[in-house]
């Protein structure tokens, strides 16, 4: 199986994902691979990462898009594939869904999005962990990082995730569950392990 947990920065997603990877590994008695996206180990990893640092600050808007899609079609062929062919699961922070929210664009739309990720794997089940902008915000201050480039701008972003999600259950046909991951981890966790588990 395939999982993706996507969410507004700050919604909990990695922390969320690590302790499902490890319930689940523990339950099922399964090797469970977590894996997250840009990720740097794979094409275009660094430059993706250097422009979410504010690093790379001139960049053409269509460079971005293309980018993640490399980065996923080489992440997909060369991480997610192999592991689900050993009889893995996959847990990947963030996917296509990201895409459509971040690269997306009055120019670009949703569907010429989707073009570039064609070749991507499709994910068995998609978590959206909907977790309200107080507390995305009062998350990313415990981290004390430097912003990156999209952690602003929430309630934008929240309402392009709702367009994006939509799209994706409509046109392509995604299994996507929404998650309330305001309460505690357990609690979020609890939720997805439940929604796997009916799966299973």
Do not use: W
Request: hydrophobic share 40%; proline share 4%; with cysteine.
């Amino acid at each position: 199986m395939f999982i993706v947990i996507e969410g507004l920065d700050g919604s909990g997603k990695s922390t969320a994902g690590k302790q499902l990877a490890e319930e689940l590994c523990s339950r099922l008695h399964k090797k469970v691979q977590l894996t997250h996206e840009p990720n740097k180990d794979y094409c275009g990893g660094d430059y993706i990462r250097a422009v979410l640092a504010k690093k790379i600050t001139k960049f053409h808007p269509r460079v971005l898009p293309l980018s993640f899609a490399a980065n996923r079609l080489d992440h997909c062929v060369r991480l997610v594939q192999p592991c689900l062919d050993a009889g893995q699961m996959v847990i990947s922070d963030r996917y296509y869904l990201s895409s459509l929210v971040y690269q997306s664009s009055e120019d670009f739309p949703f569907e010429k999005v989707m073009e570039v990720n064609e070749k991507a794997l499709k994910p068995d089940l998609i978590f959206f962990l909907n977790v309200s902008n107080e507390v995305c915000y009062e998350r990313m201050s415990i981290r004390n990082e430097p912003e990156e480039l999209f952690e602003s701008r929430l309630d934008d972003y929240r309402k392009k995730y709702i367009s994006a999600i939509d799209f994706l259950r409509t046109v392509h046909g995604d299994y996507i569950i929404e998650i309330d991951g305001n309460g505690t981890v357990a609690e979020t966790v609890q939720q997805m392990v439940e929604v796997v588990e009916s799966l299973l």
